[in-house]
């Protein structure tokens, strides 16, 4: 009877373990848990292309300046800077 008791734990325990692991590799593999839901702390942020030195950078950490043609995003501060001074002399007559 012990021994019963004993392999119902033991089983059990390698019943979870891999039932564990296999949602975790799931998880991982798809990006959701589960009947579609999104899995918790990740979501996916769009790329967009800086025009000065085409790096692309997740919009969320991009810096964002509005021009005529609408917004523009920028890797850094400098490339928004030199885009902004290019557009400048362009609009003058300067090439």
């Known amino acids: 009877m012990l021994r019963f008791v004993v392999l119902l734990v033991v089983g059990s325990l390698l019943f979870m373990i891999l039932r564990a692991t296999v949602r975790s590799f799931l998880t991982g593999l798809t990006g959701t848990a589960g009947g579609g839901r999104r ?8 790329l967009v292309k800086d025009p000065v030195c085409q790096t692309y950078v997740p919009r ?3 810096i964002a300046r509005q ?5 523009r ?3 850094s501060g400098t490339c928004a ?15």
């Open 73 to 75: 995003y920028f890797c």
């Open 39 to 46: 899995a918790t702390g990740r979501t996916r942020d769009e």
């Open 67 to 71: 021009t005529d043609s609408g917004p």
């Open 81 to 95: 800077e030199r885009f902004l001074a290019g557009s400048t002399e362009r609009g003058r007559g300067r090439s």
């Open 60 to 62: 969320s950490r991009a």
